[in-house]
């Protein structure tokens, strides 16, 4: 990929019409968009392949609410499946069975990459698939205002108290969804005020 000028270069297409899912194209075609996957600790050869992923993603998505998932070889990046030529769903996605499978089938440790159309950080989901997989050695999250959050790691202690929360404001919301977002924003503060060795999930903002 050559650089147009020295702070653009051209990553996903323009579209002539927006909506409140559009993308931020411009920060996404920039190099301060660039930058950030040189602080992902991986080779370099991945390094630039997630990046086209990610834009390749951002530009099948731009202007939809639904969420896409793309799986990725840790070592060099590339692509071992994606579930594009399914009907996506708002604030969720995964892999079909047969999909895992062949991300099984390819024996090696993985990136996963997906988008938030909503701009939020990791949800629980995130991190709980994250948690609960070992292939997986870094998820990402690229929302449609060109933030990206990457998850490194999830203490098995961040399950015990996220389940422990939500069953409790569970008792006090009378809906999953919004008991699910007010857990997860205390857990953000709570693991942003204590000791890097007591952190319950490692998530960070690129």
Known sequence: MELNTENEQTLISKKKTSNAFSVNRKLINSKKFRDKFELLPITQEAKNRVYQEVGRLLEFVDGSENEYLVALDYYDGHRIIDNFKREGQPRSTGFTSEEYEHVLQNDAEIIVVHNHSYNGRPSAKDLITFHDNDRIRLSIVACHNGELYVIFNVSDDMISVYNDL???EKEIV???????????????????KISPKRKLFDVRRL
Not at 180 to 191: A, G, H, I, Q, S
Request: aromatic share 10%; glycine share 4%.
């Open 174 to 192: 009378n809906d999953t969804d919004l008991a699910k977002r007010l857990v997860m924003t205390r857990l953000y503060d709570f693991n942003e």
């Open 166 to 168: 939500l069953k409790g």
